[in-house]
């Protein structure tokens, strides 16, 4: 069964702070991983990750993969209190249609 | 339309009606996948459609769940006899591309039906 695993489960940091999330994953047929951001609405996706090693950048959010060790990690730097937000990753398997989702890190950015 | 909408935003019901809940995809959109969120956990799979066939329903928790998508873009997630334990926020995707095509893709999510079961 497809499992992904997120971590920490919440942190609280500091206006100005840069933050590291992490997410670990086993999949069968990997096709590829995805960041999700989730305020009070949907998720609104931000990342989709396919090869190793290629680091994907959005103003302050980058994010890259490491399919050696199954894992993915998404950074904040100079972090705002809008970033705070429930961060969500989320694998598709090839062919399966299906993503699995983390269950999300709880970023709260204090001013 | 500008988004994946869903409908009822908000839905109370008692223990044992049944519930029908809308989702409107992307226009154009070849798949729309149902989920299931419960408070503080990521969402879950249910189910999802290419076109007007279900593919997989593999992660509907039981029999009195049932999904439909008739004419391959508006979909009907429906539950019969609820529970209270199927009370959660209920919600749907809709991606561009057919799964089965090479490349990834990337799912677009409703703002979800929130269901209380009281």
């Known amino acids: 069964e497809d499992k992904v695993v997120q971590s920490p489960l919440s942190l609280v940091v500091h206006e100005g702070d840069t933050v590291t999330l992490n997410c670990s994953y086993e999949?069968?047929?990997?096709?590829?991983l995805l960041w999700y951001k989730q305020e009070k609405k949907a998720p609104t996706f931000l990342f989709m990750l396919?090869?190793?090693?290629i680091e994907k950048k959005s103003g302050r959010l980058s994010s890259i993969l490491d399919k050696k060790e199954l894992s993915s990690i998404l950074n904040i730097t100079a972090t705002q209190t809008g970033d705070s937000a429930i961060y969500l990753c989320?694998?598709?398997?090839?062919?399966?249609?299906?993503?699995?989702f983390g269950d999300g890190t709880t970023l709260t950015v204090k001013p | 339309g500008a988004g994946v909408s869903q409908s009822p935003r908000y839905k109370v019901t008692k223990r044992g009606q049944d519930v029908a809940l809308r989702c409107d995809p992307i226009?154009?959109?070849?798949?729309l996948y149902w989920y299931r969120q419960a408070l503080g956990q990521g969402p879950e799979f249910l189910t999802y459609?290419?076109?007007?066939?279900?593919?997989?329903k593999s992660g509907l928790p039981n029999d009195r769940f049932s999904a439909e998508r008739p004419e391959g873009s508006i979909s009907t997630l429906t539950i019969q006899r609820t529970e209270q334990r199927d009370s959660a926020m209920y919600r749907c995707?809709?991606?561009?591309?057919?799964?089965?095509?090479?490349?990834?893709?990337?799912?677009?999510f409703g703002p979800g039906t929130r269901l209380t079961v009281l």
């Open positions: 226009s154009g959109h070849v798949s």
């Open positions: 396919t090869s190793s090693g």
């Open positions: 999949v069968t047929n990997f096709r590829s």
């Open positions: 995707a809709s991606s561009a591309k057919h799964p089965g095509l090479a490349g990834p893709d990337t799912q677009y």
């Open positions: 989320a694998v598709e398997a090839t062919n399966a249609g299906k993503s699995t």
């Open positions: 459609f290419n076109y007007e066939a279900q593919q997989d």
